[in-house]
Structures are given as structure tokens and as C-alpha cells.
């Protein structure tokens, strides 16, 4: 496989994953949602799995059952597992934690908002 092929399969399953994501942020009552990890540096392989945080609108009722519901729908439609992770809650985690903190900004680096 050339570069220019991983690119351009790269792109294509970004925007996959952005069509899909962005999609289900809009059922789901979401303000923001990112991509981060491995997926989003680009170096992923076929096992990883795709880490989106996500933040409510701020007249949304934050449920977790609609949060497991919509991870399952996640992977079923992305073909991968899923990991979540509540932007509000890690930001309030980091203003506390030197270990939240730490992860916060390291994921802030290779963020990629879908929706």
C-alpha cells in the first residue's frame, strides 16, 4: 500500500466516522464531539478502537443509560469498539487532578471536532 492510498483510506474513514458521529450527536442531544487518540493522530491499526469525547447541550438531561444506548449504536455502525468520555466531566477532573490534567492535554492535541 503507498502513502497516497493510506491517505486517502484514512480520509475516507475519518469522514465516515465524522458522517456517522455527527449524525448520531444530533439524536442524542450532543453539543460537541471529538475525536482523539490513535485514531485522530493517524496511527491506528485495524484493532484500535475509536475514542470520542462528547459534551451535552446544556438543556439536555445527561442519562446514562442513553450514553451506554448510544455506544452500542456507535459500534454497531462503526464496525469497532467505542470509548467515551465526557468532556465536562474530564475538564472538572483536570482542574483537581494532576493525572486528569495530564491526559486533558495531551488528548487536546490531537482533537478533531465531528459535530
Known amino acids: 500500500m503507498t502513502s497516497n492510498s493510506y491517505i486517502h483510506s484514512r480520509d475516507d ?8 458521529v455527527s449524525q448520531i450527536a444530533r439524536q442524542y442531544g450532543l453539543a460537541e464531539m471529538y475525536l482523539y ?3 485522530a493522530r493517524g496511527d491506528a491499526d485495524s484493532d484500535s478502537d475509536i475514542d470520542l469525547m462528547y459534551r451535552y447541550k446544556k438543556d439536555r ?5 442513553n450514553i451506554m ?17 465526557s468532556l465536562d466531566s474530564l475538564e472538572k477532573h483536570a482542574l483537581t487532578s494532576r493525572a486528569s490534567r495530564r491526559f486533558y492535554e495531551g488528548a487536546k492535541t490531537d482533537m478533531i471536532r465531528l459535530a
Open 13 to 20: 474513514e475519518l469522514e465516515t466516522i465524522r458522517t456517522i
Open 37 to 39: 487518540g490513535s485514531m
Open 69 to 85: 444506548t448510544m455506544k452500542e449504536t456507535l459500534e454497531r455502525m462503526l464496525g469497532r469498539e467505542v470509548s467515551l468520555l
Open 61 to 65: 438531561q445527561r442519562q446514562l443509560p
